[in-house]
């Protein structure tokens, strides 16, 4: 069994490319292909019989190519898995989070895996204003003027976790989980998610989650892992 | 279907009610029992016919009169709905949090509720010892006398919670989760829980959890939220 596992991109692209992998003559009738949404993840898990392993080889390939920049894993590995051993390799680094909406789901995900406290430094829960402002350092102006679901904020909550708690990386999120909390220009689902290296480099990221409030917390958290994993690989934002 | 929960009893305790329910003559066979253990909670899920209600009620009253320090809830709310409906009812209280194991699991489980932020101030999660000291406030010279692991030191992450987010409520978590970091004297599954009111009532735990790294981290979530709602109740320990 291979998995490969894409972020970023609609299930429909997948079956997009199972289309072109036929029309190129790959033999997909020697594969058992199982395509998942998982997380917000498209998962594509394939079985096949060990003389089939030309014919995957030639699908996978297919997949590498035109989904180069949005296929994250194709060795069984979650993002979560990639995150850690990122930040436990050289030069190792530390991180840290401030998030507003999520509530301490980043933070409990960082911190799952075994040994994360070699490498995991803490984080800041603000979910009221004058925690963002008397934890993260959140400049009280910033909310005021852009309001605390802002790209302003996610910034200065990502730098805030940074200088907080002495980490190398920063995670910062704030957005509207709902149900309540939404106006038109800032409906429920609006998230602003940055993450920033001291110093280095950045991502902001703007999303816009379908959903009840659980589904927007839980897909906030793994758009925050996956931006991580892209700022450890110096990859920048998708289509960046 | 009737649902009783409780908290703090072996499923074994269960099955001797149930014995002592038939011994005392109620007619258990019309009643369709299951029990089963969900996050260390034991629920007793009950179906019935209507004409059965009164077997039921007698039931029902012998769990209550055995088990009336253990059972929390007897109208199918979990124990997060109840305490997120004790902080919200007169006096309303807000609540923070300061966690070293659990990773931000309890400041994401208290924050799971739509309308949250009404008494959610926020949290610290604190995985570094230095980031104990230098967001939760916790005085090094504890840490260094009785181990980060310790009742003092989850005491004074409550104490912390409370101090640095302005709040009402405050829990600090401390414990080893493992799979790493036991010793003899504090092996993995320790946790020392510490829930306390600005200037008035505390209750301290100290838990040995089995199970891996994940079993331990939530385990100690779901006894957190069961001292916010013993403490908000006003019950004290359970047994003390």
């Known amino acids: 069994m291979d998995v490969l596992r894409l972020f970023g991109i609609p299930e429909s ?7 072109r992998a036929q029309a190129a003559g790959i033999a997909l009738d020697d594969l058992e292909i199982t395509t998942c949404l998982r997380r917000g993840e498209v998962e594509v898990v394939t079985r096949y019989e060990p003389p089939a392993q030309p014919v995957y080889d030639a699908f996978a390939a297919l997949v590498r190519e035109r989904h180069a920049d949005t296929l994250f894993s194709d060795d069984g590995r979650s993002v979560d ?12 680094r530390t991180i840290a989070t401030a998030e507003s909406c999520t509530g301490g789901l980043v933070a409990a ?11 995991v430094r803490g984080g ?5 204003n004058e925690a963002k402002v008397a934890l993260a350092g959140v400049d009280p102006a910033l909310i005021e003027v852009h309001g605390a679901v802002s790209e302003q904020v996610a910034r ?12 190398d990386v920063g995670v910062g999120i704030t957005g509207i989980a709902g149900p309540a909390g939404g106006t038109e220009e800032k409906p429920v689902g609006l998230v602003w998610i940055s993450v920033a290296e001291r110093g280095g480099a950045r ?17 906030t958290t793994t758009v925050a892992l996956h931006l991580v994993r ?7 934002d998708l289509g960046s």
Do not use: W
């Open 230 to 236: 892209r700022l450890l690989l110096g990859l920048g």
């Open 109 to 119: 995900r960082l911190t799952e895996p075994a040994g994360a406290s070699a490498y």
């Open 81 to 92: 898995e990639q995150v850690a051993d990122l930040l436990r390799r050289a030069p190792a």
């Open 156 to 167: 200065a909550l990502a730098d805030g976790a940074i200088e907080r708690l002495d980490a």
């Open 13 to 19: 692209e997948i079956a997009e490319t199972l289309r």
């Open 203 to 219: 991502i902001d990221r703007r999303v816009n989650l379908p959903g009840g409030r659980a589904d927007v917390r839980d897909r």
């Open 124 to 128: 800041l829960v603000v979910y009221a």
